[in-house]
């Protein structure tokens, strides 16, 4: 695609409930990436998917997250029992490869309130 | 955690005047990066700066890297209104290039 899609872009729902977060990435990329921003900050790293392996999930809040990318392409973070705190920006990026220099492209993000 | 922070938190300026930001970080990196944010909007990037560069053009913009300040600075010279934004600036690390945000630099250019 041209760019990095995320769905929905805007999700509403109660304390306590689960929510699923899609990320596409732009086709080809191997390299793809979760990051959470909170008003007022720069976004934070969740975690990291080479392929369709998490190859560095140390950015994950808590067992409540968990994110899963089942064929390499698309990914869904998922989070259970939602809790207000949760409330953010959620970003995903791709980028083509493993090297340490490749530029990271961006989506628009899914904007999440936990009521 | 966040390793860079960038200085000034705020700034206002002028159309037409030059606006420099400044991020520093706290440990090695492979690579610093600028992205732009305008608001409820993604995260532009750009430009990337390797570790072993101390300075590099993109149009309007100029970034320096200074390791062993473990500092970066980005320039955006006869700025536009359309320059508002919030600037972010990132470090990249490891094998796969984690980024590190800092908390970002609102810029508003007034016409």
């Known amino acids: 695609g041209a760019g990095v899609s995320q769905t929905p872009s805007n999700k509403v729902t109660e304390k306590g409930k689960y929510v699923e977060l899609r990320c596409d990435p732009i086709?080809?990329?191997?390299?793809l990436y979760w990051y959470r921003q909170s008003l007022g900050q720069g976004p934070e790293f969740l975690i990291y998917f080479q392929g369709t392996g998490a190859a560095d999930d140390s950015g994950l809040p808590n067992d409540r997250f968990f994110a899963v990318r089942p064929e390499g392409s698309v990914s869904t973070l998922k989070i259970q029992r939602t809790e207000r705190g949760d409330s953010a920006v959620y970003l995903c990026a791709s980028s083509s490869g493993l090297a340490a220099y490749n530029e990271q492209f961006f989506g628009p993000g899914t904007r999440l309130t936990v009521l | 955690s966040q390793q860079g922070e960038e200085d000034p938190q705020a700034l206002s300026i002028q159309e037409g005047e030059n606006a420099t930001m400044n991020c520093s970080y706290k440990?090695?990196?492979?690579?610093l990066q600028w992205y732009r944010q305008n608001s409820g909007r993604g995260l532009v990037h750009l430009i990337l700066?390797?570790?072993?560069?101390r300075e590099k053009h993109s149009g309007r913009l100029r970034v320096t890297l200074d390791t062993s300040k473990k500092s970066s600075s980005l320039l955006i010279t006869a700025s536009r209104a359309a320059d508002t934004a919030s600037y972010f600036c990132?470090?990249?690390?490891?094998?796969?290039?984690?980024?590190?945000f800092g908390a970002g630099t609102r810029l508003a250019v007034h016409p």
């Open positions: 440990t090695s990196i492979n690579n």
């Open positions: 990132a470090t990249g690390s490891g094998g796969y290039n984690k980024l590190i």
């Open positions: 086709s080809g990329h191997t390299a």
């Open positions: 700066i390797r570790s072993n560069e």
